[in-house]
């Protein structure tokens, strides 16, 4: 169980167009999901944190009028990528948070991530 | 500020022990997850401590000194395919928030 995907596993877009990733969470519903960005050989840096039903708490440093982030449902979190520059090109994961009891309680199962190449 | 100091890599050779530290110095602390990340991939979770200790899981066994703000993940039996990025990562609260280390990259050869 706990299986998180996301869509779509890459894309390549123009500069100034933006780019909507989703991340799904298939077998368990996830009140808190968490987008992040890795660029090559570095670490996974946390953009935002997604709640259900409300507004995403963003990370400082990170745009939220430039990464739109929409948690409809118990199982979807979507990140949209506006007018998307090169630099913005990374690869971008989202995790879900699993709930259950005892010492692992929100134990964060992750997605296999969204290669974004912005040309 | 946060910061957690883990190697940047290490070599090792199969059927060989290793060791990946990691200290951390965060505002707010509630345990210390390890996450397993191949190349192109997802990040797996391996293992948990929010209390001193050691926790046990097949090969792989991690364990947290939380008054030394110090944790570390040990491997045995090292297999090629465990060849990989390693991550420690301290949760931030009970809601689950992370904030991960630079990673560890791991050789393992024949």
């Known amino acids: 169980g706990a299986v998180v995907s996301q869509h779509p596993s890459w894309v390549i877009c123009k500069s100034g167009t933006s780019v909507k990733i989703e991340c799904r969470s298939l077998?368990?519903?996830?009140?808190?999901m968490f987008w992040y960005r890795q660029f090559p050989k570095q670490s996974l840096m946390l953009m935002a944190t997604s709640n259900e039903g409300s507004k995403a708490t963003y990370e400082q440093g990170v745009e939220k009028d430039k990464f739109l982030i929409n948690h409809a449902s118990l199982t979807l979190s979507t990140l949209t990528v506006t007018s998307a520059h090169p630099e913005d090109s990374s690869f971008y994961i989202c995790?879900?948070?699993?709930?259950?009891?005892?010492?692992?309680?929100?134990?964060?199962?992750f997605g296999p991530g969204t290669r974004l190449t912005v040309l | 500020g946060q910061s957690l100091e883990q190697p940047s890599e290490v070599t090792a050779v199969e059927g060989a022990i290793v060791q990946i530290n990691c200290t951390y110095q965060?505002?707010?602390?509630?345990?210390l997850s390890w996450y397993q990340q191949h190349d192109g991939g997802a990040p797996t979770f391996l293992s948990y401590?929010?209390?001193?200790g050691l926790e046990e899981t097949g090969r792989f066994s991690s364990f947290l000194s939380r008054s030394d703000s110090y944790g570390y993940l040990l491997l045995q039996e090292l297999q090629m395919k465990d060849s990989a990025s390693y991550f420690c990562a301290v949760r931030r609260n009970q809601g689950g928030k992370l904030i991960f280390g630079q990673g560890t990259e791991l050789s393992v050869k024949p």
């Open positions: 077998d368990f519903q996830a009140t808190t």
């Open positions: 965060t505002s707010g602390f509630y345990g």
């Open positions: 401590n929010a209390l001193d």
């Open positions: 995790s879900a948070s699993y709930p259950r009891a005892g010492l692992a309680a929100n134990e964060q199962f």
